[in-house]
T-cell receptor, first 114, second 114 residues
């Protein structure tokens, strides 16, 4: 168990809908990352938050947005869903420990858009 | 553009054999190279990582070999076991970006036959 929790585990919805994925980082981790995993694209970085502020953006669509709250949990919002958005969405968290930093991944949310 | 290229896509090895997965990168700004292991239905978990100031790092049956001049690194799994059957991802992070995003390879699905 990585200590990172994600809800829900599975989500089935229809095209055009909006969903929210939730992530609770490991206790004490200030940094949260969102990744999308699909069969044809592998693990793609979406966005990173650090202590409530957006820190880096990757291949995140304009239909997607995220935020990190004061209690450090994060939410990824996906709107106007398309069939191609079906994927596994992972959240990871990390903190600096001396010169080391490891990203710990949650179990993921499997999204199916019908 | 895939910044970290990984091969092979899939690998079948007999129990007791050596599994070798290779990765290559172009960006010389990368200075941290982790390998993640992912079992079905789980999130990726850090297996072993290396920095370019060493050419090899060993942890149990897992070894990373790093060739800085060739910009290549590889994972060797000695005495491969059926329990090693999983998907393996190499990754890289830019110098000076502690708590920064990871660039992942596409993954290698390893199957170890008993």
């Amino acid at each position: 168990d990585s200590g990172v929790t994600q809800t829900p585990k599975h989500l089935i919805t229809a095209t055009g809908q909006r969903v929210t994925l939730r992530c609770s980082p490991r206790s004490g981790d200030l940094s949260v990352y969102w990744y999308q995993q699909s069969l044809d694209q592998g693990l793609q970085f979406l966005i990173q938050y650090y202590n409530g502020e957006e820190r880096a953006k990757g291949n995140i669509l304009e239909r997607f947005s995220a935020q990190q709250f004061p209690d450090l949990h994060s939410e990824l919002n996906l709107s106007s869903l398309e069939l191609g958005d079906s994927a596994l969405y992972f959240c990871a968290s990390s903190r600096r420990e001396g010169s080391q930093e490891t990203q710990y991944f949650g179990p993921g949310t499997r999204l199916l858009v019908l | 553009q895939q910044q970290v290229k990984q091969s092979p896509q899939s690998l079948i090895v007999q129990k007791g054999g050596i599994s070798i997965i290779n990765c290559a990168y172009e960006n010389t700004a990368f200075d941290y190279f982790p390998w993640y292991q992912q079992f079905p239905g789980k999130g990726p978990a850090l297996l072993i990582a290396i920095r370019p100031d060493v050419s090899e790092k060993k942890e149990g049956r897992f070894t990373i070999s790093f060739n800085k001049s060739a910009k290549q690194f590889s994972l060797h799994i000695m005495d491969s076991q059926p329990g090693d059957s999983a998907t393996y991802f190499c990754a890289a992070r830019r110098r000076g970006s502690t708590l920064g995003r990871l660039y992942f390879g596409r993954g290698t699905q390893l199957t170890v036959w008993p």
